[in-house]
């Protein structure tokens, strides 16, 4: 059974850590541009709470080890009412599990509870699975409202006033 739990600092630094490395790896792009070094040197930094929240999904009680993690996704500030859910990443043996969406209906749920109306992300063409989560989670086409180098980069926003509460 899969647990979802709010990240715990300084405890499970490394465990954030290691699980932000692995999505960066698993693009194949370099998120400088993102400042990702600084992020990961710095966190929980704009994650932190309570405007901001790192979730990490375990396959067991909380994970003892950091082989016990198979996901997690963080949510920052973007202003007052405007948050952006990033790395968003389910390990190779977590996936067809439904953690993604797991991870994601409860980063939005904390959304939500933080006071923000929206949210919004970035991704890739790429990302197809992502993609379709994102759009039955309500995410919709926006314009690009942070630089993001690559090409056929994808915006998207949902209204957390409007999402309906979703079972996960």
């Keep these: 059974m899969i647990h979802l739990h709010t990240a715990r600092f300084p405890e499970q630094l490394d465990?954030?850590?290691?699980?932000?490395?692995?999505?960066?790896?698993?693009?194949?792009?370099?998120?400088?541009?993102?400042?990702?070094?600084e992020e990961l040197a710095g966190l929980p930094g704009k994650f932190a709470a309570p405007r901001g929240c790192v979730l990490l999904a375990s396959n067991g009680d909380?994970?003892?080890?950091?082989d016990n993690f198979v996901g997690c996704v963080a949510m920052r500030p973007i202003d007052d009412t405007t948050c952006e859910m990033k790395r968003l990443y389910v390990r190779p043996a977590g996936r067809g599990l439904h953690v993604g969406r797991q991870l994601a209906t409860q980063i939005c749920a904390a959304a939500k509870q933080a006071g923000y109306q929206r949210m919004r992300l970035d991704t890739l063409p790429t990302m197809h699975a992502a993609l379709?989560?994102?759009?039955?989670?309500?995410?919709?086409?926006?314009?690009?409202?942070?630089?993001?180098?690559?090409?056929?980069?994808?915006?998207?926003?949902?209204?957390?006033?409007?999402?309906?509460?979703?079972?996960?």
């Design 62 to 66: 909380d994970g003892a080890t950091v």
């Design 15 to 37: 465990v954030v850590r290691t699980l932000f490395r692995e999505y960066a790896e698993s693009l194949g792009i370099d998120l400088g541009f993102q400042q990702f070094d």
């Design 132 to 168: 379709g989560l994102y759009a039955s989670l309500g995410f919709e086409p926006i314009d690009a409202y942070v630089f993001n180098p690559i090409p056929g980069a994808i915006f998207l926003e949902c209204d957390l006033t409007r999402q309906r509460e979703r079972s996960v």
